[in-house]
């Protein structure tokens, strides 16, 4: 299989060469030349799943897309990342019925207890085959408000060749989340808690990544979202997610997506596109609702960050969707002149494009199964509410969102619905008290996390100082 970029650089590249980069040079995402049809061989993948279980499904569904990696090897790398021992079930995402035709698919009960370990899990194991074989380092700068620092920190603990350096906005994340991340003492992963807010972060992270003398000379990496390997993690769950609830392969499910960079939901467009029979797409937004204005009119209008609202369902706080233009590349029958078009020239001159009139946002968007609706802070308390009063569950927030514009999209008789749950009430504690008036359930193995020792730096929001930390971390060895 060969990847090309969204914006048309005509270079073709295999799957190991666009593992380590982030954008393409040319600033567009990476994407499979076409996308395996895979609907002859559903009733196989289904007993694979069934039979032999969700690392080796993971491995047919990789090995459709990854040619660069000898089979035994993609294999073991599967089979050493999908664990019982890290996921908590031999389901890995194991599926409950809240009721009548609507599911829960449970995504966050890996390390950091969100769906962000889904993927970065095999990450850490990718990068560290990768880098031993290319006998090459990575550093790994990123910034997060939360969920993606102590995933990407929990995936890569430990890993030769790696080292992660996290910033974060000091005082500004969760109790909970700070001492995920804080209380990790291994010797590659650094925590740097910035004087500033998270926007501050992100312009450091910017900064330093443009300085590209630096960049080459420290080999410095990411692993944001818009890496293609975390979406190909992702697509695996939705076959999983369909064998659960299905018992043959001609019937339909839908899917609703809490969302924020378009990554998770992205994954299940690409199933879809493989052949799975996902009838509807669902997108959630909370009040930042970017995408639901997109699915609703055909406006897309990045927000400022200034206009991002902070919101209680936080990882979905974004101002623009960074995966969006994958799924506009394929909207747009693959055309990479008008996509580049649109994301760079008509989106700097006008701040929003319009496809509002445009017959493919009409046809193929009916295609290609997208639906959207949005939640605010109310909904998401009358949602954790209502599920607990009705079922005795607890839901985190996101999933909340996700749960509140399922019920308003679903129809009774309608085929199944499946609403992915993203992270477990606990990492978002304050806002299920002011919902039920009691702590969410911990899971045992987090008691008293927060009064574990904790390592992290503080230091202001200076380029310099941060990259100096990199500097003396490198040369330590
Ligand atoms: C990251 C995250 C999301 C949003 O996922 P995207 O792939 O960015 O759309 C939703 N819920 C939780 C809990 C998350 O951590």
Known sequence: MQYLSTRGDPERKRFCDILLEGLAPDGGLYLPEHYPNISAQLPALRTIYQEQGYAELAFAILSLYIDDIPADDLRALTHKT??????????????????????????????????????????????????????????????????????????????????????????????????QMFSLQDANIF?????????????????????????QQYKIGTVNSINWARL???????????????KNDSEPVSFTVPSGNFGNICAGHVARQMGLPIKQLVVATNENDVLDEFFKTGIYRPRSSANTLETSSPSMDISKASNFERFVFDLLGRNSAELKTLFTT???????????????????????????????????????????????????THTADAVKVAREVRQAGDEPMLVLETALPIKFSATIIEALGHEPQRPAAFNGIEDLPKRVQVLPADVQQIKAVIEQATQAV
Request: aromatic share 12%; hydrophobic share 40%.
């Open 82 to 179: 999908y664990t019982k021992a890290v996921f908590g079930t031999d389901a890995i995402t194991p599926v409950r019925e809240l009721e009548q035709g609507l599911w829960l698919e449970g995504l966050s009960n890996g390390p950091t207890l969100a769906f962000k370990d889904m993927a970065m899990q095999l990450l850490g194991n990718l990068f560290e085959y990768e880098l031993a074989r290319r006998k090459a380092e990575l550093n790994i700068l990123g910034a997060t408000s939360g969920d993606t620092g102590s995933a990407a920190e929990y995936a890569m603990r430990g890993k030769q060749g790696v080292r992660v350096f996290m910033l974060s906005p000091h005082g500004r994340m969760s109790p909970f989340q700070q001492a």
């Open 191 to 215: 925590n740097i808690a910035v004087e500033g807010v998270f926007d501050d972060c992100q312009d450091i992270v910017k900064a330093v990544s443009n300085d590209l003398s630096f960049k």
């Open 346 to 396: 008509t989106l700097a001159e006008q701040g929003f494009f319009d496809l509002s009139a445009d017959p493919r946002f009409q046809t193929q968007h009916a295609r290609f199964g997208f639906v959207s609706g949005r939640s605010t802070h109310a909904d998401r308390l009358a949602t954790i509410r209502a599920v607990w009063q009705g079922h005795q569950q607890e839901i985190d």
């Open 232 to 246: 190909l993690a992702q697509v695996v769950y939705y076959f999983a997610g369909y064998f659960q609830v299905t």
